[in-house]
Every structure is written in structure tokens, then in C-alpha cells.
């Protein structure tokens, strides 16, 4: 994490001179930071927070600093203040029936991980701020629809090992199906 990040992240703190404070003391120790006035942040649970955080990552879709809290298994990615409008907006255009999320706004906190995070931290940064995010339009629309298209991709995983608890399962099946030949 960079100077610039720290400076952002602690001035959403009740006391950024004593959130810096502490983090020079013990760059490990985590933070409970407001939510509404610097960022909000969408909550959902590790698995489908890890499937957003790598198509997000892979695709180039932009986003902001996620967090992942190991202890509760919930993921969490900063979106700017005041982002609730578009972000449920484009998230009822992708679906009529939603995942589970938690939208924290204003008159919400969350931990946040230390400036340094070791692995068996409870609290790790998946990806720390640098500075301040530049205000993106595109970053709620981006959240809403890789939320829908993680979903989507876990329920049908989900279905595949129902349909075929074991590889033996899956290899019957091919067995069974009939074959086409072109000619």
C-alpha cells in the first residue's frame, strides 16, 4: 500500500491521525472505517467473492480495493460513496432474482486489514488501495454485472457435481449419449 492509499483509506476513520498512528505502531492491526462518506462496499459470501474478484481481475473491468475477511468467509469491494442507486439499478437490469449481498452505505463500518497482511491474517487485502480511486462510472455497472456472472457460473458448477457426484459419474454418461456422425 502506498503513502496516497494510506492517507485515503485512514481519512475515513472517526481519527485518521490516530488510524495512521496505529498503523505505524503495528502495520498488521486492522481498522474499523465508516462507510458512506470516502466509499460504500458490497459484501457477499468468500466463494462468490473470490469467483468476482478473478473474473474482475482477468477482464480488465474496473474496480477498487477488495478485502476479504477469512474468520466471517465474506469478501468485500470498495465502490465509491453514494453508489447504491446505479449499482442496484444495473444489477436489476442483469437479473430479476438477485444473489445475496450486503450493501454498507452510509451509517455502516468496515474492518479493514492493516497496511501489511500476512497470510493466516483473519483480515487481507485481495487487492489494497493505492490512492484515492478516481470516480468511475463504470465501476458499479462493472460490480453488478461480474456479481450476476459469478453467480451464474457457481450455480451451474453447483449443478454439474450434483448431476455427477464422481468422474466415474460423468464418463457413464458420456457412454450413454448418442453419437452423430457426419458424413
Avoid at 88 to 106: I, K, M, V
Avoid at 151 to 168: C, G, I, K, S
Wanted: charged residues 25%; hydrophobic residues 40%; aromatic residues 10%.
Amino acid at each position: 500500500m502506498t503513502r496516497r492509499g494510506i492517507e485515503w483509506l485512514s481519512a475515513a476513520a472517526d481519527d485518521p491521525a490516530a488510524c495512521r498512528e496505529m498503523w505505524a505502531d503495528d502495520p498488521r492491526t486492522p481498522c474499523l472505517l465508516a462507510t458512506g462518506r470516502f466509499f460504500d462496499v458490497v459484501s457477499v459470501e468468500q466463494r462468490l467473492g473470490l469467483e468476482m474478484f478473478d473474473r474482475l481481475s482477468r477482464s480488465g473491468l474496473p474496480f477498487g480495493p477488495s478485502v476479504i475477511d477469512r474468520k466471517a468467509q465474506r469478501v468485500g469491494f470498495f465502490l465509491g460513496s453514494k453508489s447504491r442507486e446505479p449499482f442496484t439499478h444495473y444489477l436489476a437490469r442483469e437479473t430479476s432474482s438477485p444473489p445475496a449481498y450486503r450493501y454498507l452505505g452510509q451509517g455502516c463500518a468496515v474492518v479493514v486489514p492493516g497496511l501489511i497482511s500476512l497470510s493466516g491474517d483473519r483480515y487481507q487485502w485481495l487487492r489494497a488501495p493505492m490512492r484515492r480511486p478516481e470516480a468511475n462510472p463504470l465501476r458499479p455497472v462493472a460490480m453488478a454485472t461480474a456479481l450476476v456472472a459469478s453467480a451464474e457460473l457457481l450455480a451451474r458448477l453447483d449443478r454439474f457435481d450434483e448431476q455427477y457426484p464422481t468422474p466415474y459419474a460423468a464418463v457413464a454418461a458420456l457412454s450413454e449419449e448418442p453419437t452423430t456422425h457426419a458424413g
